[in-house]
């Protein structure tokens, strides 16, 4: 197979997603993904792609591909300030590469990730279910040992034909990752072991993305939520649930968390609103709201029905 794409610069972090790995966290197999799935969605629609064709999610930037064949791509999620042969690229877009072409991306501007699709998704075989990279796990990826991306590698793919013209979303969709987040919680049952003055500061008080921000979770720091001094045993968790550790600042779990954690939660925060979170810099701030569980279910499923999920 030569229609591939080659890795000249992986980057600080690029990784093979497809819509992540199901039905396995009782063998503590974390779900993995794309962390910013409405980006990731949004990089197969604009292609046709089937909803879970295998995608790159780029980290930081600081990446360089070489186009070994003519190909069809899709843009979406943070804006690493991406080239093709020195030529800006339109985030959010598709557009058409040529054989010997340069595919750069920079530092980021806006967001954190950028997600890059190719026409018919990226042949790569799967493990346990699912292409996606876990590092912690050793599992998935191009290698299917978990490494993210390495110079050298190719990324291959079916040849397809080309658009004329490109395919851009509507600016009326578009994230500005920059902005500062409203999160809405899902409270859970452990809700009622915090006290009120607890729960007043964590929905009212403005909290900061630390440095310790990756896959597995966002650390915040902020004004202290006591937790509950009861012990708690050790339990499943659910995907954005929002742990109190003892030093009170909360940590939003995201795709590749433990499966199981003893922390007590105060909810989890909404599906639709971890995208924005995971494309937040550190120093970005966050607030907290009462989420409606009965409407953010009902926006969820319209989304997943566009998306045909």
């Not at 990279?133 to 793919?157: I, M, N, P």
């Not at 939660?265 to 907290?288: E, H, M, N, T, Y």
Request: aromatic share 10%; hydrophobic share 35%; charged share 20%.
């Amino acid at each position: 197979m030569n229609a591939c794409i080659h890795v000249i610069k992986p980057g600080q972090l690029s990784l093979i997603h497809d819509f992540g790995r199901f039905g396995l966290s009782h063998l503590g197999i974390s779900q993995s993904g794309p962390v910013d799935d409405y980006a990731y969605s949004w990089a197969n629609h604009l292609l046709g792609n089937p909803v879970n064709a295998p995608t790159l999610e780029i980290t930081l930037g600081q990446a360089e591909f070489e186009i070994q064949h003519p190909c069809q791509l899709a843009l979406t999620g943070g804006d690493l300030a991406a080239t093709l042969d020195d030529e800006p690229l339109t985030n959010w877009c598709t557009f058409r590469a040529q054989k010997g072409q340069r595919l750069k991306f920079a530092l980021p501007r806006n967001g954190l990730r950028a997600y890059l699709a190719v026409r018919g998704g990226f042949l790569v075989e799967q493990h346990l279910g699912s292409v996606s990279t876990v590092k912690k796990e050793t599992l998935g990826g191009l290698h299917r040992d978990g490494r993210a991306l390495l110079a050298g590698d190719a990324l291959y793919f079916d040849s397809h034909p080309l658009d004329n013209k490109p395919l851009q979303m509507t600016f009326r969709l578009k994230p500005d990752y920059n902005l500062p987040l409203r999160l809405r919680v899902i409270e859970g049952y452990q809700n009622d072991w915090f006290d009120k003055e607890s729960l007043h500061t964590f929905f009212t008080r403005t909290y900061t993305v630390s440095q310790h921000a990756d896959r597995m979770g966002y650390r915040l720091t902020g004004p202290e939520v006591p937790p509950p001094t009861e012990p708690i045993l050790s339990e499943g968790i659910a995907l954005g649930a929002i742990q109190i550790p003892p030093d009170g600042q909360p940590i939003v779990l995201l795709n590749d968390r433990q499966t199981l954690g003893g922390y007590p939660k105060i909810g989890c925060v909404a599906k639709i609103d971890l995208p924005r979170l995971a494309q937040a810099k550190p120093g970005q701030s966050v607030r907290f709201v009462k989420g409606d569980l009965e409407g953010l279910q009902d926006v969820w499923c319209q989304w997943a029905r566009f998306f045909g999920y």
